[in-house]
């Protein structure tokens, strides 16, 4: 099963803190063995300030030691830090929690405006400002988010678009909202995010083609768990061209959530074209990217039921996706029968029932509601134990509507690609 394992892939593009929940995942499944498991979580710890946790994790590989004396030392070291970032940064935190204070900072969105009034009113400079930012970087690389993300957004909502730390700012306050699990803030920084990065006009292409991979990678936390995320999956990374060419480019690895997001999404036929497309051009395979091949390209149920079974053993050991695993089946199922019924004029409910492993009153229930769900012209012969299809054509006024109906999106796309052009003097 560690074939399949997409964690090493995956680190590549993330920041350490972001790693270990992977690792935690991983612990709870028997892929791999537990103390190399341990080592690996001891070994990206050396590189944080979360000196107890490097502790915890230490005793766990080496009941019978002590800890080196140089974790003992490092965690000396962290405290002086701390204690010497907070007393630089206490008169600003103090400041920002006056009432007057918050009050303006809620009423001027403008960062120059807000920056100009705290500067005139509170003698705050830009020295003042960077000690704000290195205190919630410290308290990030301590593991304490939410103070981080609060500092970080300080540090964010008044420093200009240029400063030297404001990507970092940027992409801690995400990771912060990330760790803390509130879903809701990290769709906003998401959105923000990729916004400044379509409008970093310093960045070469390859910065802006690595950024956007993180940016992929990190949105899989978010687009899994937030109401909204799936669809935004399909939205972003398969119909936004940048982000598309992202993974084809640095990450093909990636495809493996695009299609699960398209097989469970109520919005499958919006994406399945171009997924289809997509996965032909690739080399990248697991079995979920073979099962939807094995359906729409090779119409071969016999590979997609074997393809489906290993589906399951994906999925349980995938951190993003597990929780997907009873909706990933149950539309996949429909998936097999939508297709099979379209492609046949009179189907055994026997062997539906088989192909499903359903018994037959089952399957006999879950055709009728497939049916149902897929609007699919077909009556069912209870008596004879028939599924019988009536025609399927579509008429050619709707054939014309389902291939124009995107073209005024396409022109319009087309116009903001000239007008940016000119506006760039390319």
């Not at 597990?322 to 089946?329: A, I, P, S």
Request: with cysteine; hydrophobic share 40%; proline share 3%.
């Amino acid at each position: 099963m560690a074939q399949y394992d997409l964690t090493n892939a995956l680190s590549e593009f993330m920041d350490l803190h972001l790693v270990f929940p992977l690792l935690e995942f991983l612990s709870t499944r028997e892929i791999y063995k537990s103390d190399s498991l341990m080592k690996s979580k001891y070994q990206l710890l050396q590189n944080t300030n979360m000196v107890d946790f490097t502790i915890d994790v230490f005793h766990g590989l080496h009941p019978d030691e002590e800890p080196p004396e140089s974790l003992h030392e490092k965690r000396n070291e962290v405290v002086r830090q701390l204690t010497l970032l907070q007393e630089r940064s206490s008169q600003v935190i103090e400041m920002f929690s006056r009432k007057d204070v918050a009050e303006v900072v809620e009423k001027h969105r403008d960062s120059q405006q807000l920056w100009d009034y705290l500067s005139e009113t509170h003698s705050f400079d830009r020295e003042r400002l960077d000690d704000v930012f290195h205190y919630g970087k410290f308290m990030y690389d301590v593991g304490n988010y939410a103070i981080a993300s609060t500092n970080l957004d300080f540090y964010r909502n008044l420093a200009p678009a240029d400063s030297k730390y404001y990507s970092s700012a940027q992409w801690g306050k995400l990771a912060s909202e990330i760790l803390q699990q509130n879903w809701d803030e990290a769709m906003e920084e998401l959105e923000r995010l990729k916004d400044n990065i379509s409008a970093a006009l310093h960045l070469t292409y390859s910065e802006v083609l690595v950024q956007r991979a993180w940016l992929i990678h990190w949105g899989l936390f978010v687009y899994f768990n937030h109401p909204q995320g799936r669809d935004s999956i399909i939205d972003v990374f398969l119909h936004q061209k940048p982000y598309l060419n992202a993974v084809q480019t640095m990450c093909p690895h990636i495809l493996r959530y695009i299609t699960t997001a398209v097989v469970i999404s109520k919005r499958r036929r919006d994406g399945i074209k171009e997924l289809i497309k997509v996965l032909q051009q690739e080399s990248y395979k697991d079995p979920i990217t073979e099962f939807v091949e094995s359906l729409y390209v090779n119409f071969d149920f016999d590979e997609a039921q074997a393809k489906l079974k290993e589906c399951k053993t994906v999925i349980e050991n995938d951190f993003f996706i597990v929780g997907c695993l009873d909706e990933f089946t149950e539309n996949a199922r429909l998936i097999i029968s939508e297709i099979f019924c379209r492609i046949h004029q009179r189907i055994e409910i026997d062997m539906l029932a088989d192909n499903l492993n359903m018994e037959p009153a089952e399957a006999e229930k879950w055709v009728v509601n497939m049916i149902r769900l897929a609007h699919l012209d077909a009556k069912i012969d209870s008596k004879n134990g028939y599924v019988v299809m009536g025609g399927t054509s579509v008429p050619v006024y709707q054939k014309l509507i389902d291939k124009t109906k995107d073209l005024h999106l396409k022109a319009n796309s087309c116009c903001q690609k000239i007008d940016k052009k000119l506006t760039l003097g390319i």
